[in-house]
Nanobody, 114 residues
Framework: QVQLVESGGGLVQSGGSLRLSCAAS????????MGWYRQAPGKQRELVAQ???????NYADSVKGRFTIARDNAKNTLYLQMNNLKPEDTAVYYC????????WGQGTQVTVSS
């Protein structure tokens, strides 16, 4: 069973940037579709970005053009580069296997101030 640990969240101003990391206990990115999710207070968890083993990327409309999902297989790490952050991006961010999610971790809090 793989473990996933999110990090890199914090408080940033509107328009700022942040890079989130998702460290996996072993290399699964070559065989699994990976995604970044977020959950804002009072809202359902939503998928904001995903990347396939072949490198195909997809994004939710709300983050398209601002967020970039990437991976480093050698480091067993998934990234989410977030640029031009907006207050509506405030949420707890999680990584997981899209096609068959494992248990959710603690996530990492992203707070964007006006």
């Amino acid at each position: 069973q793989v473990q996933l640990v999110e990090s890199g969240g914090g408080l940033v101003q509107s328009g700022g940037s942040l890079r989130l990391s998702c460290a996996a206990s072993r290399n699964i990115f070559s065989v699994k579709v990976m995604g970044w999710y977020r959950q804002a207070p009072g809202k359902q968890r939503e998928l904001v970005a995903q990347i396939t083993p072949g490198g195909t990327r997809n994004y939710a409309d709300s983050v398209k053009g601002r967020f970039t999902i990437a991976r480093d297989n050698a480091k067993n790490t998934l990234y989410l580069q977030m640029n031009n952050l907006k207050p509506e991006d405030t949420a707890v961010y999680y990584c997981n296997i899209v096609t068959n999610p494992i248990g959710w971790g603690q996530g990492t809090q992203v707070t964007v101030s006006s």
